[in-house]
């Protein structure tokens, strides 16, 4: 275990400090793509910014064959694109597969400069966070790079959610988790086969009135990720790290996709995956807060003053605790302005 001394210092000769705190760079939408689909490929110039973060996947959903192909195909994206606002992440081969190795090298020796995070999947507890972290500082020293690279952790193994707080506290790299639901349920053993997204299945039976076990009752469909979200929410704030819902498979529905990363949002994640061009604007859409609750927080701030003591404001009780919630709101909006003048001109046409 790194003592609280050396947990800054880095870790390998001329590598660059670690951060001392993660910026929050919106990622409300991680865009995938595959580099070595020419078709794909061709469109990621013209969707620099228009979605916060573009990932060159190289892992699940590349072909076997295909795997060079797509790390050079990101090299040469990478190499003549200008990403300005637009954030540049990968999602490399799992760690114990025969091309991680060389997407690292590869990757952080040539176009490491532009790279912002590294996604890394099927991560199972600190020690494959200490692996990376290591070898990653070793690259950048290599490389001369003078920022350091994150890294962000798939969530989608049993031992990875039983190690989740040690997995988001094992570098001052971490970035952030995302939710792998695929991967997940069938390391777990769960009895769906959908990516991400509920099982009608899954569900509670309103009692029976008067006894009657035969008559009709209404059955309501819970969520099956409630669970694992939570506890990623809550690992990524106690170590000052974001949470993200993955995938949701079903490109068609786009409204159960909406209910999903709504969820997610409104349980504190930042963002969520996005597969197919249609679902960046419902991710932009759902975690962006709402003109209504902006208008609101920026109202219960003000009344607020010095954010102590409590008032009445529209027939309902504010104090410090909400105060702290409707900054939450308040700050988010601000962020998001900063790389989203859609959004800007919305917030900015609030009343005071
Ligand atoms: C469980 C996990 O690991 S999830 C993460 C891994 N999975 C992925 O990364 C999947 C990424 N997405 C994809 O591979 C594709 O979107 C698919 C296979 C889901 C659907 O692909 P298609 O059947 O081609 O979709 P569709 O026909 O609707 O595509 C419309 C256009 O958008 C393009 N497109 C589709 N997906 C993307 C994308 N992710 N990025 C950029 N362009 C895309 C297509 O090339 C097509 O272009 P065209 O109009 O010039 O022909
Ligand atoms: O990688 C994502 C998943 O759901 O598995
Ligand atoms: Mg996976």
Redesign the pocket.
């Given at each position: 275990m790194r003592t609280a001394k050396d947990f800054f210092t880095p870790l390998a000769v001329g590598a660059p400090a670690p951060l001392r705190e993660i910026p929050a760079r919106p990622s409300r939408a991680i865009?995938?793509?595959?580099p070595s689909n020419a078709?794909?490929a061709a469109?990621i110039p013209d969707m620099v910014g228009t979605v916060d973060v573009l990932l060159g996947?190289l892992e699940?959903?590349v072909k076997a064959e295909n795997k060079e192909a797509a790390r050079h195909g990101l090299v040469e994206i990478a190499t003549n694109t200008d990403f300005g606002p637009t954030q540049l992440w990968t999602r490399v081969n799992a760690l114990d597969s025969p091309w991680v190795l060389d997407d690292l090298t590869t990757l952080v020796t040539e176009i490491g400069h532009k790279l912002d995070v590294i996604m890394v999947p099927k991560v199972q507890g600190a020690e494959d966070i200490h692996y990376v972290d290591r070898l990653l500082a070793q690259l950048e020293a290599k490389a001369k790079l003078e920022r350091p690279i994150l890294v962000h952790a798939i969530l989608e193994t049993a031992r990875g959610v039983a190690n989740i707080e040690e997995i988001c506290g094992a570098s001052p790299r971490m970035h952030g988790l995302s939710l792998?639901p695929?991967?997940l349920a069938a390391d777990r053993r769960m009895k769906t086969t959908r990516?991400g997204g509920g099982h009608p299945g899954y569900l509670v039976r309103q009692d029976p009135t008067g006894g009657d076990i035969d008559a009709d009752r209404p059955t309501y469909q819970q969520d099956l990720w409630h669970y694992t979200i939570a506890r990623m929410v809550d690992a990524c704030a106690m170590h000052g790290i974001y949470a993200h819902y993955g995938?949701f498979?079903d490109?068609a529905d786009v409204v159960a996709c909406e209910d999903q990363f709504r969820n997610a949002y409104l349980l504190g994640c930042v963002g969520a995956?996005s597969?197919?061009?249609k679902q960046i604007a419902i991710a932009k859409k759902v975690f962006s807060p709402s003109v209504e609750d902006v208008e609101h927080a920026r109202r219960v701030v003000a009344a607020m003053g010095d954010g102590t003591g409590a008032v009445m404001l529209d027939g309902k009780m504010e104090d410090d605790a909400s105060t702290k919630q409707c900054l939450v709101m308040v700050e988010l909006a601000e962020r998001l302005a900063a790389v989203d003048p859609e959004l800007k001109a919305q917030y900015d046409a609030i009343e005071a």
């Open positions: 865009h995938f793509f595959d078709k794909m469109k996947n699940d959903a792998g695929a991967d990516v995938p498979g490109i995956w597969l197919h061009p």
